[in-house]
Structure formats: structure tokens, C-alpha cells
């Protein structure tokens, strides 16, 4: 049998290929032991396959062989070796309330995982641009978002992607920078003819948006 690579959280399956019956039995063994020996392995006999569920490096990696028993005393054995990488994984992160002109330091850090890791950064789906007056800074197993001078354009939701020879993962959190509310059209003093209607415009900007309310005085 080839070697196997299993990636560590997934189920994979080990078949012993068995040419010509009848046979009496199969056992499977791992580094000597016979299995299973947890609830995790599932070993089938009808069909030589052996079941590894929500596999573990620690647990899981090593020399793997099937005893196939053809006659009466007289065994069949074939060995494969299993070896477990593991994704990365990526600390949680969030971007607390931000206003205009704040600076802004947000770390991606990959907690675990296979070395070496690749990690990058999306804005919105897409590659930062470099006109975003965004720093990335790379170090080993952590990335770092820098912004020093925060505006609304960086409003946004921001991806961090770690890659290594497992998988890709990505975490994201969303970016909202609050703007004072400011009027872009204020209510003009208006002379009104009696019975007749008297339109008043009055419009804000804002990150939240602003409510705007009317309030009448005499």
C-alpha cells in the first residue's frame, strides 16, 4: 500500500486491498496494537477498510498494517504509513468602534497549524490595495493590520487567509468607521401663502446613518 496523508479533523479510510477469496478474516494493527482501540477507529471486515474519524496528529500518525488470515495459520500483510497535517487555525479577532483619524492595530495570529504558514489579507473580497494606506506586517505565525490615520474609505469587511500545505482558512470581521453626523442640507427660513403647502429640506450624513427629526415651535 502507498503511504497516506490525512488532514487532522477529517475522517479518512484505509483500505486493505484483498485479492482472491475466500478468506477468514482481516485485522488491522497500529504500531503493533490491534485495533480498534477507541471509538474513533471503525475497523469493517466484509471489506478490509478501516475508518479513522475526526482524525488527530498526536493519535492518529504511525505505521498502519493488515493481517489478512487466507488459509487456516497462514497470513498476508501489508503496511502503510499515515501522516496527519494540520490546518491552520485563527484566533478570533474583531475590530472594536473606530472613529475618523483613530489608528487602528488589529492582529490575525494563527494559534496552530503545520509550519510554515503563509498569511495574507482581503479587503472586501479583494487584495488590499497599496493606495488604501493599509501596513501589513508579517512575523512567523502572526500578521498584523496597521492603519494610521482611519477614514471612511476604509470601511470594509477584512479577511485574513493562512495557508499552509493542509488547507486554506479564513476569519473576517467587519471594519465600520463612525462619522459625527454633519448637515448636507439644512432648512431654509421659507415665507408661506395661507392654505397652501411649504416644502422644508433638510438632509445629514453620518456613519451610523443619522435620524433626523422635525420639531415645531411657535
Excluded at 487456516?72 to 503496511?79: A, G, M
Excluded at 479577511?159 to 468607521?177: E, G, R
Excluded at 454633519?182 to 427660513?189: E, I, L, S, T
Amino acid at each position: 500500500m502507498k503511504n497516506l496523508t490525512a488532514i487532522a479533523g477529517r475522517d479518512m479510510y484505509i483500505h486493505c486491498h484483498v485479492i482472491g477469496y475466500p478468506y477468514y478474516s482481516i485485522k488491522w494493527f497500529k504500531n503493533s496494537n490491534l485495533l480498534p482501540f477507541n471509538d474513533r477507529q471503525r475497523a469493517f471486515e466484509n471489506n478490509g477498510t478501516l475508518k479513522l474519524l475526526n482524525v488527530q496528529k498526536e493519535l492518529d500518525e504511525g505505521e498502519y498494517s493488515c493481517h489478512v488470515l487466507v488459509q487456516p495459520q497462514l497470513f498476508k500483510n501489508q503496511s502503510v504509513h499515515v501522516t496527519v497535517k494540520v490546518p491552520p487555525f485563527i484566533q478570533p479577532f474583531e475590530f472594536p468602534r473606530y472613529s475618523i483619524g483613530h489608528r487602528v492595530f488589529v492582529p490575525c495570529v494563527v494559534r496552530s497549524g503545520d509550519l510554515p504558514i503563509s498569511i495574507t489579507w482581503e479587503k472586501d473580497g479583494k487584495p488590499i490595495n497599496a493606495s488604501l494606506g493599509v501596513t501589513i506586517d508579517n512575523i512567523d505565525f502572526t500578521s498584523s493590520m496597521r492603519i494610521s490615520n482611519l477614514q471612511r474609505v476604509h470601511n470594509g469587511t477584512y479577511t485574513c487567509i493562512a495557508q499552509n500545505d493542509a488547507a486554506v482558512v479564513k476569519y473576517q470581521s467587519q471594519l465600520i468607521v463612525r462619522v459625527p453626523p454633519r448637515f448636507k442640507v439644512q432648512p431654509q427660513d421659507q415665507d408661506g401663502i395661507y392654505g397652501k403647502s411649504v416644502i422644508l429640506n433638510c438632509s445629514a450624513d453620518g456613519e451610523p446613518r443619522p435620524t433626523i427629526e422635525w420639531k415645531y415651535s411657535k
